[in-house]
């Protein structure tokens, strides 16, 4: 398919689904004010939407860069995970998404469970998501820091070594620290476990 091809089915379902006003600047790149887009499965699934106050669209690189974006992930009808950073990159077909800056990430269940990172990437035909960057999750029972962590479709979060590992008392102030390798914590149950190279070495604490 040819770029330009490719370009008039993206500025097609913009208009169409979208409504936002586009300013040709130039051949090469088209500004889009008050973005508001879908995107969907093949079979009619909405897997995440996309707003952003300011974007544009590279009809060279065939990517939409957006300013200021927040992204909403879908498991069926209902927002799964909320996701906002300073900005943001759609390119390889609306498949592949990264975003930059203060990234964001919020669960939709448990409004307190929040995941920090410097960059999130989303290729969006797999089921993980990649952080990396200064990575923190914190809620109101304990704070995990690394510089690289996977959340997986499992509601699981990987976090890779060196983990950083703080318990709050009650009062959500800090009791005492853990360093680790590897931590896992489980969205679902709310607890986290440590593994170390030592396979025979792990634990689970549960809140």
């Known amino acids: 398919m040819s770029n330009i091809y ?3 089915i993206f500025l097609a379902f913009v208009l169409l689904g979208c409504a936002p006003n586009v300013i040709e600047e130039n051949k090469v790149i088209q500004k889009i004010n008050s973005l508001n887009m879908n995107i969907f499965s093949k079979s009619g699934d909405k897997i995440y939407s996309i707003t952003s106050p300011n974007s544009s669209y590279n009809n060279i690189k065939l990517e939409l860069e957006l300013l ?3 992204i909403n992930i879908f498991n069926g009808e209902e927002i ?9 990159t759609l390119s390889d077909n609306n498949k592949l998404l990264k975003l930059k800056g203060n ?4 669960t939709r269940n448990q409004e307190e469970d929040i995941l920090y990172a410097d960059n999130f990437i989303w290729d969006i035909e797999e089921t993980n998501y ?11 029972n304990i704070i995990l820091n690394s510089g690289k962590a996977k959340l997986g479709a499992d509601n699981i979060i990987e976090f890779f070594n060196p983990v950083k590992y703080i318990i709050k008392d009650e009062n959500k102030n800090k009791v005492y620290e853990i360093n680790s390798e590897n931590a896992y914590y489980n969205l679902n149950t709310e607890s986290v476990s440590f593994k170390a190279k030592d396979k025979r070495v792990k634990s689970i604490i549960y809140f």
């Open 103 to 106: 990234v964001k990430l919020k």
């Open 130 to 140: 990649l952080l990396e960057g200064n990575v923190r999750f914190e809620n109101q």
């Open 80 to 88: 799964k995970y909320i996701i906002s950073s300073e900005e943001s």
């Open 6 to 8: 490719r370009f008039i």
């Open 68 to 70: 200021k974006p927040i």
